[in-house]
C-alpha cells in the first residue's frame, strides 16, 4: 500500500518533546476511513479524535459502498465494525487483505462482541487491534495514536531510501501505477523520466563510498531543486513526483496536458544542475547524467512498460555520449530536440539583436487618422529566418525567458514611440502587451518607470495590454498594480475580450481605459447575427463604463461599415496595414498625415 505518513528522521528513546511533538503532528494529517452503520457511534468517534487534532475523516455508513471507497480514497487506517447488515465486517475485512497493497494496512476493529470466537477470527482475518463500544476517548486517542506511529515508521523504512530520504523503488511503482490509472481515467499524458549518472561507479570506486554517497545527495538535491522550482509537475508535490529507483539511479513522473513538451525542459535543466561541479574536501568533481523519457500511452500502457522504455532511452542516451536526453518515441524525441535547439537560440537571440519590433496601425473610425499602434515581436533567426511568435513565444515562457524580453520590447516600443511623438505625433499611444509572467513579477512598476524615465515617453502616451484570465486569483493584488501602473499616467487594455474566464464585475474593480474586441467575434460580422449582437453588446457596455473600444481583425469594408455605425473607437487590422518595421511605419505615419484617403497599401 502507498504509504501517506513518513516521519522526518527516525525516532529513539532519547528522542526529545519537541521531536514528539513534531511526529504526532505529522500523524494527525493522516486520513483516517471509519466503517460503521450507526451513524451516532461514526459521529463520536470523529468528534473524538478531531478534539486531539486530527483533520482527514472518511465515514462510511452503508457498509455495500466499504471496499470501493476504500480503494479510491486510500486511507492510512480503517476503524471497522464487525456487526453490519449486508456486508458485515468480517467479509470488508477478508476482501480488503486480498489487495496486495493493503495487506499492511492497519486496521482497527470496532466491536460490542465480547465471545473469543469472533475476535480470533477477526485476527486470522488481519485485524491489527481491537476496541470495545462504547469507545473509551483515552483509549481510543492511544489506539490511534501508537497505531499509526507504528505505520509511519515502517513505512519509513520500507518506502523510502535511507541516504537520500526520497521514496524507493518500491513506493515508486506503487505510485506511478496509481497515476497511470488516474491518466487513462482522465485521457492524459504521464511522463517518466529515468535519470542515470554518468560513470559514478567508476567513480565510486577511486573516491570511497562515504564521499560517492555524498554526491548521490548532492545529486537528488539538485535534480529535486529543479522539479521543485517548476510548473510543470501537474498533480502532486514535487516530494512526490520523484524517487531513488537505485544505486546512482533517479526517477522523476509529470502528469497533465503539457507533460511531454515540459519534459524535455526540465531534461535540459537537470542535465545543466548535474555538470556544477560536485566540492568535496576543496576539491572539484564533475559528473554528468543521461535521461531516458517514455510516454504514457503513447510508449506503453502499464507500469512495466513505461519503466522498460525510460530504462531503454536512457541506455541509448549514454551510447549517443552521454549527457543528453532521449526520448523513446522517435517523433517526440525529434520535437524535444526542436525544442531544446529553440531554447538554446533563444537565449542567443536577446544578446545578438536578432529580435525586431513590429507596429500595427490602429485608426480612428471616424476620420481614418492613425491613433497609435500595437507593438508585435518578430525573431529574425540567422538561418531559419522568420519564425511566427506563436512558435517561440511558449518556449519563452517556459524557460523564464519572458521576463527580459518583455522588458526589452517595453523599451523599445517607449523609445520608438518617443521618436514619433517628437516628429510632430504628440497624440499617438503605443500598446505593448504584457506576459502574464511579467504581471506576476514584482519589478514591473519599476521596469515601466525606467522604461518612460529613460526613453522620454510621455506615460500617456503608453498603454499596458493585459487578458483577461491574468486577471484570475488575487483580485486585491491585482487591482493595487493595475492603480498603481494607471496613477503613473498609463493605460490599460483588456485585450482579447469575451474569450477569457473573468466576470464582467471584474470591469468595475479594475481600471480598465479600453476594451479590444477580440478578432473571433469580428470574422463572420455583420452576416452572422450572434456575433452582432456580441459586438453591439460589448461596444454599449463599455462606452456605458467611459472605456474606448478597438476592434482587431478588421479585414474588409462591410466589417468597418458595421464598426463605425455602432460608434467603435479605434480600427486595427489588414483592411488599413499589415504590422510593420519601424522604417515602414514611420512611412505609414507620413502618408496617414497627409493624405485623406486613410487606407493605405
Same mark, same amino acid.
Given at each position: 500500500?502507498?504509504?501517506?505518513?513518513?516521519?522526518?528522521?527516525?525516532?529513539?528513546?532519547?528522542?526529545?518533546?519537541?521531536?514528539?511533538?513534531?511526529?504526532?503532528?505529522?500523524?494527525?494529517?493522516?486520513?483516517?476511513?471509519?466503517?460503521?452503520?450507526?451513524?451516532?457511534?461514526?459521529?463520536?468517534?470523529?468528534?473524538?479524535?478531531?478534539?486531539?487534532?486530527?483533520?482527514?475523516?472518511?465515514?462510511?455508513?452503508?457498509?455495500?459502498?466499504?471496499?470501493?471507497?476504500?480503494?479510491?480514497?486510500?486511507?492510512?487506517?480503517?476503524?471497522?465494525?464487525?456487526?453490519?447488515?449486508?456486508?458485515?465486517?468480517?467479509?470488508?475485512?477478508?476482501?480488503?487483505?486480498?489487495?496486495?497493497?493493503?495487506?499492511?494496512?492497519?486496521?482497527?476493529?470496532?466491536?460490542?462482541?465480547?465471545?473469543?470466537?469472533?475476535?480470533?477470527k477477526a485476527l486470522e482475518l488481519g485485524a491489527t487491534d481491537f476496541l470495545s463500544k462504547p469507545v473509551d476517548p483515552s483509549e481510543l486517542v492511544l489506539r490511534v495514536r501508537n497505531t499509526l506511529s507504528?505505520?509511519?515508521?515502517?513505512?519509513?523504512?520500507?518506502?523510502?531510501?535511507?541516504?537520500?530520504?526520497?521514496?524507493?523503488?518500491?513506493?515508486?511503482?506503487?505510485?506511478?501505477?496509481?497515476?497511470?490509472?488516474?491518466?487513462?481515467?482522465?485521457?492524459?499524458?504521464?511522463?517518466?523520466?529515468?535519470?542515470?549518472?554518468?560513470?559514478?561507479?567508476?567513480?565510486?570506486?577511486?573516491?570511497?563510498?562515504?564521499?560517492?554517497?555524498?554526491?548521490?545527495?548532492?545529486?537528488?538535491?539538485?535534480?529535486?531543486?529543479?522539479?521543485?522550482?517548476?510548473?510543470?509537475?501537474?498533480?502532486?508535490?514535487?516530494?512526490?513526483?520523484?524517487?531513488?529507483?537505485?544505486?546512482?539511479?533517479?526517477?522523476?513522473?509529470?502528469?497533465?496536458?503539457?507533460?511531454?513538451?515540459?519534459?524535455?525542459?526540465?531534461?535540459?535543466?537537470?542535465?545543466?544542475?548535474?555538470?556544477?561541479?560536485?566540492?568535496?574536501?576543496?576539491?572539484?568533481?564533475?559528473?554528468?547524467?543521461?535521461?531516458?523519457?517514455?510516454?504514457?500511452?503513447?510508449?506503453?500502457?502499464?507500469?512495466?512498460?513505461?519503466?522498460?522504455?525510460?530504462?531503454?532511452?536512457?541506455?541509448?542516451?549514454?551510447?549517443?555520449?552521454?549527457?543528453?536526453?532521449?526520448?523513446?518515441?522517435?517523433?517526440?524525441?525529434?520535437?524535444?530536440?526542436?525544442?531544446?535547439?529553440?531554447?538554446?537560440?533563444?537565449?542567443?537571440?536577446?544578446?545578438?539583436?536578432?529580435?525586431?519590433?513590429?507596429?500595427?496601425?490602429?485608426?480612428?473610425?471616424?476620420?481614418?487618422?492613425?491613433?497609435?499602434?500595437?507593438? /508585435? %515581436?518578430?525573431? &529574425?533567426?540567422?538561418?531559419?529566418?522568420? *519564425?511566427?511568435? =506563436?512558435? +517561440?513565444? @511558449?518556449?519563452?515562457?517556459?524557460?523564464?525567458?519572458?521576463?527580459?524580453?518583455?522588458?526589452?520590447?517595453?523599451?523599445?516600443?517607449?523609445?520608438?514611440?518617443?521618436?514619433?511623438?517628437?516628429?510632430?505625433?504628440?497624440?499617438?499611444?503605443?500598446?505593448?502587451?504584457?506576459?502574464?509572467?511579467?504581471?506576476?513579477?514584482?519589478?514591473?512598476?519599476?521596469?515601466?518607470?525606467?522604461?518612460?524615465?529613460?526613453?522620454?515617453?510621455?506615460?500617456?502616451?503608453?498603454?499596458?495590454?493585459?487578458?483577461?484570465?491574468?486577471?484570475?486569483?488575487?483580485?486585491?493584488?491585482?487591482?493595487? /498594480? %493595475?492603480?498603481? &501602473?494607471?496613477?503613473?499616467?498609463?493605460? *490599460?487594455?483588456? =485585450?482579447? +475580450?469575451? @474569450?477569457?474566464?473573468?466576470?464582467?464585475?471584474?470591469?468595475?474593480?479594475?481600471?480598465?481605459?479600453?476594451?479590444?474586441?477580440?478578432?473571433?467575434?469580428?470574422?463572420?460580422?455583420?452576416?452572422?447575427?450572434?456575433?452582432?449582437?456580441?459586438?453591439?453588446?460589448?461596444?454599449?457596455?463599455?462606452?456605458?463604463?467611459?472605456?474606448?473600444?478597438?476592434?482587431?481583425?478588421?479585414?474588409?469594408?462591410?466589417?468597418?461599415?458595421?464598426?463605425?455605425?455602432?460608434?467603435?473607437?479605434?480600427?486595427?487590422?489588414?483592411?488599413?496595414?499589415?504590422?510593420?518595421?519601424?522604417?515602414?511605419?514611420?512611412?505609414?505615419?507620413?502618408?496617414?498625415?497627409?493624405?485623406?484617403?486613410?487606407?493605405?497599401?
Open positions: 500500500m502507498e504509504p501517506n505518513l513518513k516521519i522526518p528522521e527516525v525516532l529513539n528513546a532519547d528522542s526529545n518533546v519537541t521531536q514528539r511533538d513534531l511526529r504526532y503532528s505529522q500523524l494527525k494529517q493522516a486520513t483516517i476511513m471509519m466503517v460503521d452503520d450507526e451513524p451516532i457511534m461514526l459521529e463520536i468517534v470523529q468528534a473524538l479524535l478531531e478534539d486531539v487534532g486530527y483533520q482527514n475523516f472518511i465515514t462510511i455508513q452503508d457498509s455495500n459502498q466499504a471496499v470501493q471507497k476504500l480503494l479510491d480514497s486510500n486511507p492510512d487506517l480503517l476503524l471497522l465494525d464487525l456487526d453490519m447488515p449486508d456486508v458485515n465486517g468480517f467479509d470488508i475485512l477478508k476482501t480488503v487483505r486480498t489487495f496486495a497493497r493493503y495487506q499492511f494496512m492497519p486496521i482497527i476493529i470496532l466491536t460490542a462482541a465480547e465471545d473469543p470466537k469472533s475476535k480470533l507504528a505505520k509511519a515508521f515502517q513505512d519509513q523504512l520500507a518506502y523510502y531510501d535511507s541516504l537520500t530520504g526520497l521514496p524507493n523503488r518500491k513506493l515508486f511503482i506503487d505510485r506511478l501505477g496509481w497515476e497511470i490509472l488516474l491518466a487513462t481515467r482522465e485521457n492524459k499524458s504521464l511522463v517518466l523520466l529515468d535519470i542515470g549518472l554518468d560513470r559514478f561507479r567508476q567513480i565510486n570506486e577511486t573516491i570511497g563510498l562515504t564521499s560517492g554517497d555524498q554526491i548521490l545527495k548532492i545529486a537528488a538535491e539538485r535534480i529535486h531543486a529543479v522539479i521543485r522550482s517548476s510548473d510543470f509537475l501537474g498533480r502532486g508535490k514535487s516530494n512526490e513526483n520523484m524517487a531513488r529507483i537505485g544505486g546512482d539511479e533517479f526517477s522523476i513522473v509529470l502528469y497533465g496536458v503539457n507533460c511531454v513538451e515540459n519534459a524535455s525542459i526540465i531534461g535540459n535543466r537537470v542535465l545543466q544542475s548535474i555538470k556544477q561541479p560536485f566540492v568535496l574536501d576543496d576539491n572539484d568533481m564533475y559528473l554528468s547524467a543521461s535521461i531516458g523519457i517514455s510516454v504514457f500511452p503513447q510508449d506503453g500502457d502499464d507500469v512495466e512498460s513505461i519503466i522498460k522504455h525510460a530504462a531503454a532511452a536512457k541506455d541509448f542516451a549514454k551510447k549517443q555520449g552521454m549527457d543528453n536526453f532521449q526520448f523513446y518515441s522517435s517523433d517526440i524525441n525529434s520535437r524535444a530536440k526542436e525544442i531544446m535547439k529553440m531554447e538554446s537560440d533563444l537565449r542567443k537571440a536577446l544578446e545578438n539583436d536578432e529580435f525586431e519590433l513590429y507596429y500595427q496601425p490602429q485608426v480612428n473610425a471616424s476620420n481614418g487618422k492613425v491613433m497609435g499602434m500595437e507593438c /508585435l %515581436l518578430r525573431w &529574425i533567426h540567422p538561418e531559419d529566418g522568420f *519564425i511566427p511568435p =506563436d512558435v +517561440f513565444i @511558449t518556449v519563452a515562457e517556459n524557460m523564464g525567458l519572458i521576463v527580459p524580453l518583455g522588458e526589452w520590447v517595453l523599451r523599445q516600443a517607449c523609445f520608438s514611440a518617443s521618436e514619433w511623438v517628437l516628429q510632430g505625433h504628440e497624440a499617438l499611444k503605443v500598446s505593448v502587451n504584457v506576459s502574464p509572467q511579467q504581471f506576476n513579477e514584482d519589478g514591473l512598476v519599476d521596469s515601466i518607470k525606467l522604461a518612460i524615465n529613460d526613453s522620454g515617453l510621455n506615460p500617456h502616451n503608453l498603454v499596458l495590454e493585459i487578458t483577461e484570465s491574468m486577471l484570475m486569483g488575487n483580485i486585491d493584488h491585482f487591482a493595487k /498594480l %493595475l492603480h498603481e &501602473i494607471n496613477d503613473l499616467g498609463v493605460s *490599460i487594455s483588456l =485585450d482579447d +475580450f469575451g @474569450t477569457g474566464y473573468s466576470s464582467l464585475s471584474y470591469l468595475k474593480k479594475f481600471p480598465i481605459n479600453e476594451l479590444k474586441i477580440d478578432k473571433s467575434f469580428l470574422t463572420d460580422v455583420p452576416a452572422i447575427k450572434q456575433d452582432n449582437l456580441i459586438v453591439k453588446a460589448i461596444i454599449a457596455m463599455s462606452h456605458g463604463l467611459g472605456q474606448k473600444v478597438v476592434a482587431e481583425g478588421v479585414e474588409n469594408e462591410a466589417q468597418l461599415a458595421f464598426l463605425k455605425a455602432l460608434n467603435c473607437d479605434i480600427i486595427q487590422g489588414y483592411y488599413f496595414s499589415k504590422p510593420l518595421n519601424k522604417v515602414d511605419f514611420s512611412n505609414y505615419l507620413s502618408l496617414n498625415a497627409s493624405l485623406k484617403n486613410y487606407r493605405i497599401k
